[in-house]
């Protein structure tokens, strides 16, 4: 960022212009960073959360540009949140493996099901290998919880990018970026959410 600044947007060997796009990852990362830090404290969870978090914004950066989850950043998560659940330092391993499988099984289905329905593919196999890596981490009980707040994040932004930005609306929109946020936010408040609905939706 301070590199960004001082070479005025630039490259110091070519002169050649740099995406404000790179700057503004590096702002992200650090927000973000912070926030987990200062969320866990000294822990083996904020260690964790910080490694799912870089991972989450790479992933995120790379299927709004290709409409592509590459395995070789959604497996090592999956793993890794299964590994961390080991020693129970999110959720219990049963409760994580479980999370895994019924992440990845609840998209294929809906997948499979609108395909026959409509003949088209709503989305790829890489969201399905993100929503396990979320039940790794978190366990299943957060899923449902990830799958609404990526659906209205996904809808808020898509009518967003077609009202202000003239989006096609047949224009396939990548579904990964709104399921790492939501995903994010479940890891950070999730069970404050859940808890606050019920408290709403079940007074007394």
Same mark, same amino acid.
């Not at 001082?6 to 995406?19: D, E, N, P, V, Y």
């Not at 260690?47 to 540009?65: N, V």
């Not at 396990?132 to 609404?148: D, S």
């Given at each position: 960022?301070?590199?960004?600044?001082?070479?005025?947007?630039?490259?110091?060997?070519?002169?050649?212009?740099?995406?404000?796009q790179?700057?503004?990852?590096?702002?992200?990362?650090?927000?973000?960073?912070?926030?987990?830090?200062?969320?866990?404290?000294?822990?083996?969870?904020?260690?964790? +959360?910080?490694?799912?978090? =870089?991972?989450?914004?790479?992933?995120?950066?790379?299927? !709004?540009?290709?409409?592509?989850?590459?395995?070789?950043?959604?497996?090592?998560?999956? =793993?890794? %949140?299964?590994?961390?659940?080991?020693?129970?330092?999110?959720?219990?391993?049963?409760?994580?493996?479980?999370? +895994?499988?019924?992440? !990845?099984?609840? #998209?294929?289905?809906?997948?499979?099901?609108?395909?026959?329905?409509?003949?088209?593919?709503?989305?790829?196999?890489?969201?399905?290998? #993100?929503?396990?890596?979320?039940?790794?981490?978190?366990? =299943?009980?957060?899923?449902? #919880?990830?799958?609404?707040?990526?659906?209205?994040?996904?809808?808020?932004?898509g009518? %967003?990018?077609?009202?202000?930005?003239?989006?096609?609306?047949?224009?396939?929109?990548?579904?990964?970026?709104?399921?790492?946020?939501?995903? =994010?936010?479940a #890891?950070?408040?999730?069970?404050?959410?859940?808890?606050?609905?019920?408290?709403?939706?079940?007074?007394?």
């Amino acid at each position: 960022m301070i590199s960004y600044i001082f070479l005025r947007g630039k490259c110091s060997g070519c002169g050649t212009g740099i995406s404000i796009q790179y700057p503004l990852i590096e702002i992200l990362t650090g927000v973000l960073s912070f926030t987990v830090a200062w969320h866990f404290g000294y822990s083996w969870q904020a260690a964790g +959360a910080l490694l799912l978090t =870089w991972g989450l914004i790479a992933l995120s950066m790379i299927d !709004y540009h290709t409409k592509l989850l590459p395995d070789n950043i959604t497996l090592p998560l999956l =793993w890794l %949140g299964l590994l961390f659940n080991l020693f129970n330092v999110y959720t219990d391993l049963p409760t994580a493996v479980i999370g +895994a499988m019924a992440g !990845y099984l609840s #998209l294929w289905t809906v997948y499979h099901i609108f395909r026959l329905i409509t003949g088209k593919e709503g989305m790829g196999y890489g969201d399905f290998k #993100l929503l396990a890596v979320f039940g790794a981490w978190l366990g =299943w009980q957060l899923l449902p #919880l990830i799958i609404l707040l990526s659906s209205f994040v996904g809808a808020a932004f898509g009518i %967003g990018l077609i009202v202000f930005r003239g989006r096609d609306k047949n224009n396939p929109i990548p579904f990964g970026p709104y399921i790492a946020i939501a995903g =994010w936010i479940a #890891l950070l408040w999730g069970e404050q959410i859940i808890k606050a609905y019920l408290r709403f939706a079940l007074p007394g």
